[in-house]
């Protein structure tokens, strides 16, 4: 396959990913004070990609990015995601990682088996659950774009 047939594709995870970056980089360029976007609402109707409304989620102690729904918080999460995305993410020790496998697999040869057999499933599932995420989430970096731009002032920048 060549590197110019995946970028006509439109389901690609690779452009998907880079939609995504490409959005929260114009955001990251837009928002000048992010301060700006302390307590400023976010029209929840916006972000759903359906129209409906998204339920308020109950903040867990601690819990810094949904502790309120503003676009102050929405904004930290999308930089924090594409920064996941580009730089990785932390990995547990390879220990406490193998003893969980094993604790779920139940650690028999004949289930290992079993899990060994639907590898295929199980990542054209994620592939396909983390290409609808990167979707929503550029989505999401486009509307806080433009919602900061109508904050400021300057709703027609860039139209």
């Known amino acids: 396959m ?3 047939d995946s970028y006509s594709q439109k389901y ?7 939609r995504f970056i490409g959005a929260v980089n114009n955001m990251d360029q837009t928002v000048m004070v992010p ?6 609402p976010l029209l929840l ?7 409906a409304v ?13 502790s309120r729904r503003d676009m102050y918080s929405h ?9 996941d995305i580009e730089w990785g993410v932390v990995q547990q020790a390879a220990g406490d990682e193998a003893a969980r496998k094993k604790d779920k697999l139940g650690g028999g040869p004949a289930e290992e088996a079993e899990a060994e057999e639907d590898l295929e499933q199980q990542f054209h599932y994620h592939l396909s659950g983390l290409h609808t995420v990167l979707s929503k989430l550029t ?6 774009t433009n919602r900061y731009k109508q904050e400021i002032g300057f ?4 139209q």
């Open 2 to 4: 060549q590197i110019c």
């Open 12 to 18: 690609s995870l690779f452009n998907a990913m880079n």
């Open 35 to 40: 301060s700006l976007l302390r307590d400023v």
């Open 45 to 51: 109707g916006e972000l759903d990609a359906t129209g």
């Open 54 to 66: 998204c339920p308020e989620r109950e903040a867990a102690p601690g819990d810094a990015y949904f």
């Open 75 to 83: 904004y930290m999460l999308l930089k924090s995601i594409r920064n």
């Open 139 to 144: 989505r999401k970096a486009n509307v806080l």
């Open 155 to 158: 709703g027609s920048w860039g």
